[in-house]
């Protein structure tokens, strides 16, 4: 059996997953799907004791079949290595009567580590599709705060690529500007869009979309763009190893045994996140329910209840900028299974997206969703105190996206047959000012100031690559209207 891939949107492309990898965005706008996912299932019953990267290379020979054991070996091993803060990678912890798993012990201190270490492992794999031994490949990424970093941390001085990361002015952390704007590299560039996520995420597909300046890259730059985004499947696959990882440790912990299901409560803004629990469960993963955790942008929240998606509604700033997203891209994988791989369902509703701002999908659809997504949402106040209510109550510290989903499952009816994993998605330290306010602790001096008095508060320790921050030297201090964004990239091609 051959895995191929094509867009959601039509099933002319007929790719192997390094061909969807190096590519990133369909030609047509749709995202790269495989026809085969869920006909292979990966054997859970030897889970238990099995570290991370045993686990990884069962998941991903799953799911990208075209590298080989030797090559997903070598990724493996170099993206979930030293530069990790526990080698269990993602590890899960009790939580009250709950769990938490951990995706933030790596580089950057956030979930997107996990993709974004063995991203660039997965690129330096693939080969040119025209041939043309000089060709590079330039990510470009829209950012809403942690893609940008774990992304550039990947990519820095990675052979035969370079990394343009776009981010909203004013609308990320210090910690994480801060990030972005001193990453060390000759092949990155950093700039600030003035405009919020939404309006730079679509710039930049519109960019991926425009074949005038594809031929001009090439021709000028040997250059090829592709995405970091968890648009690219190569970015979404690695996500899914850490739900079996959580399996495993639960296995490993007594808590279930092999079969048992079990619940995930997942902050998300673009859908990336907990459409890799969606491909679990696809790929034999006994998972009950999915539970989406929005912030007071809720779009899909209204999405998941009404079956009607409307990004025509206000922009919300929040303390979780994160996800403060109304345009889910991801949300496309998800409609084209659950529509019964319906390409043209798919091109329509996201046709009425483009030019109406919304899209309504069919009731008996929205009632298959509903079986498996679940979904909350918490406002600015609910996530304050959900921060103090975690930390009074478990003396654990989470950072106000976790606090979404912390707020969300403390809703929930609990099943005491069902065990429920929180997946905390950054570190408290990307966000330290908003968890002290929540904590009742000082909050007026720098990030760094806030971090040092969280750590004496707490008996916590605040991450060396983030603390260090404050004495990192500023690189990159571009910024450029949304329409600036194209010459940006091309100049940056020019660079590499």
């Known amino acids: 059996m051959v895995t191929t891939f094509h867009s959601t949107r039509s099933t002319t492309d007929s790719l192997t997953s390094k061909q969807a990898i190096r590519l990133g965005l369909a030609d ?110 330039m990510i470009v990424t829209a950012t809403s705060g942690d893609t940008g970093k774990a992304a550039l941390a990947g990519f820095a001085d990675a052979a035969g690529t370079g990394i343009t990361v776009f981010y909203p002015e004013g609308k990320v952390s210090q910690v994480q500007e801060l990030q972005m704007t001193t990453q060390a590299g000759s092949n990155v560039n950093v700039c600030a869009v003035k405009g919020n996520f939404d309006d730079a995420q679509s710039a930049v597909k519109r960019i991926f979309g425009d074949k005038k300046l594809a031929a001009r890259l ?76 929005s912030d007071k942008n809720n779009v899909l929240f209204d999405f998941l209840t009404t079956g009607t998606y409307n990004r025509q509604r206000p922009f919300f700033q929040t303390i979780s900028p994160s996800m403060d997203i109304l345009v889910s891209s991801n949300l496309e994988r998800m409609l084209y299974y659950m529509s019964d791989k319906d390409t043209r369902l798919i091109s329509m509703l996201m046709n009425d997206l483009k030019q109406w701002g919304a899209y309504e999908i069919p009731s008996g659809m929205l009632a298959k969703i509903r079986q498996i997504f679940g979904t909350g949402w918490a406002d600015e106040n609910q996530v304050r105190e959900m921060i103090a209510d975690c930390w009074n109550k478990n003396h654990y510290v989470i950072d106000p996206h976790t606090a979404c989903g912390y707020f969300v499952m403390q809703q929930m009816p609990r099943d005491p047959l069902t065990p429920r994993v929180l997946l905390a998605t950054a570190s408290p330290y990307k966000f330290p000012r908003v ?21 004496e508060a707490t008996g916590t320790t605040a991450p060396a690559a983030l603390r260090g921050l404050e004495n990192a030297d500023v690189r990159f201090d571009n910024v450029v209207e949304v329409d600036g964004m194209e010459d940006f990239v091309e100049h940056a091609a020019k660079t590499l």
């Open 218 to 293: 090439a021709k000028d730059s040997h250059v090829v763009l592709s995405s970091a985004n968890s648009i690219n499947v190569g970015r979404l696959v690695p996500q899914v190893v850490y739900y079996f990882s959580a399996y495993a440790q639960l296995l490993e912990q007594q808590v279930i045994n092999v079969g048992d299901e079990v619940e995930f409560v997942v902050p998300t803004g673009n859908f990336g996140d907990i459409l890799a629990g969606y491909y679990a469960k696809l790929l034999g993963l006994p998972v009950k329910h999915l539970v989406v955790a």
């Open 28 to 137: 047509d706008g749709g995202l790269f799907v495989s026809d085969q996912l869920g006909e292979t299932k990966v054997s859970i019953d030897d889970l238990a004791g099995m570290s991370y990267q045993a686990i990884a290379q069962r998941v991903l020979g799953a799911l990208l079949p075209d590298f080989t054991e030797e090559e997903l070996a070598q990724c493996i091993a170099e993206a979930y290595g030293e530069q990790w803060a526990d080698e269990k990678i993602t590890p899960v912890k009790p939580l009250g009567d709950d769990y938490v798993m951990e995706l933030f012990n790596g580089p950057t201190s956030a979930f997107k580590d996990v993709a974004l270490q063995i991203l660039p492992r997965f690129m330096a794999r693939t080969t040119p599709a025209d041939g043309d031994d000089n060709e590079k490949i």
């Open 435 to 455: 968890v002290n306010e929540s904590l009742g602790l000082d909050a007026t001096g720098t990030d760094f100031a806030c971090m040092d008095v969280l750590a």
